[in-house]
């Protein structure tokens, strides 16, 4: 079992940044990739940034490309999201997700065993 809880969002203006924070329990975290995932109202839940095991590996949505950086720590056994220069259409609840089987990270929501309680960034123009 893992239990993920997210910590970081808030209200920003346009163009500035926010790091999102995902805390796991467990000694096993350093075995599972991690994912980010966003919802925005009205709209299905969608995929943001990915991260391998070890961290050797990254994958981001084109939209967050350059702008978003994923990273872990895994004797914290944390994983963050630095988001820069962000935009309104980055309004959203986010999501950390651990994927306990495919160590190397995946785009598929439904890769993801684990997930956390959210956290609502809010970008004002």
């Known amino acids: 079992q893992v239990q993920l809880v997210e910590s970081g969002g808030g209200l920003v203006q346009a163009g500035g940044s926010l790091r999102l924070s995902c805390g796991a329990s467990g000694r096993t975290f350093s075995s599972h990739a991690m994912g980010w995932f966003r919802q925005a109202p009205g709209k299905e839940r969608e995929f943001v940034a990915a991260?391998?095991?070890?961290?050797?590996?990254?994958y981001y949505a084109d939209s967050v490309k350059g702008r978003f950086t994923i990273s872990r720590d895994n004797a914290k056994n944390t994983v963050y999201l630095q988001m820069n220069s962000l935009k309104p259409e980055d309004t959203a609840v986010y999501y950390c997700?651990?994927?306990?089987?495919?160590?190397?990270?995946?785009?598929?929501?439904?890769?993801?065993?684990?997930w956390g309680q959210g956290t609502q960034v809010t970008v004002s123009s």
């Open positions: 991260i391998s095991w070890s961290g050797g590996r990254t």
């Open positions: 997700a651990a994927d306990v089987l495919r160590p190397g990270g995946s785009y598929y929501l439904g890769s993801y065993d684990y």
